[in-house]
């Protein structure tokens, strides 16, 4: 078709325009909201096995890019297997925390699960071994401190500003009615408060600081006898993560969707 003059060259001219935006706009539109999903970030501390494989597990279904930290990541193969990055972290000690912040610096992370910890099985007071009760608070407790101060620069990049803490029935003080778990039960205890301690300080910058507690899960941890799999401890603690609101900054919650007395 023959072009008769500057009038017909201009229409032409925004036809083309109009189809271009009709076509491009669209397409666009639809991968800004894919990449808003999948550039959510979380790190999952003790992810190579337990509770922190589901967690990594059912965060890298949901498209969120997963950074899973293991004492020994050659031996982390299912956590590999899930497309998340591996990266070394032994939460009890200093510069290995150190290292994953320098090699994590710049990185937004949007939620961090605090997640990695030991369970020693002690009855009464007369089988407390010190050694081993030392190590559970610095793994349980300080270890997530340590993590928590080292990434909180990245935490600060991130737009949720969640932190979660993996706490336990056994460190409610109001459900303490049968004693035992010596060194597991204050670790717990005192990860909680951490936690309250954490969200009165970080809450006016929009964090929401939260623990949880995933119930008895068969694991390694929990053992065969656990009434839960961890598919389902994992998937009841993530929907109460995903429906966090400020309001809830400082709060105790169940796998159930329940809230905990501390």
Known sequence: MAIRSVADIGVMACL???VALSVVHPADSGANESSAE???TVLVTGANRGLGLEFA??????GWHVIGTARKPEQAG???????????LDVADQDSVNRLAAELAGQPIDMLINNAGIFPRVGTIEEIDFDDYNRTLAVNTVGPVRVTRALLPNLRQGQLKIIAGLSSNLGSI????????????????????????L???????GFICVVLTPGWVQTDMGGPNAPLQPADSISGMKAVLDKLTPADNGS???????QMPW
């Open 16 to 18: 083309t325009a109009l």
């Open 38 to 40: 999948t550039s959510r």
């Open 57 to 62: 597990r059912q965060y890298a279904e949901a």
């Open 78 to 88: 299912e956590l590999k297997g899930l497309g998340a990055r591996v990266a070394q």
């Open 174 to 197: 109001a459900k303490n009615e049968r004693g035992n778990f010596y060194g597991y039960r204050e670790s717990k205890a005192a990860l909680n408060m951490f936690t309250k301690t």
């Open 199 to 205: 969200a009165a300080e970080l809450g006016p910058e």
């Open 252 to 258: 105790f919650w169940s796998y159930d969707g329940s």
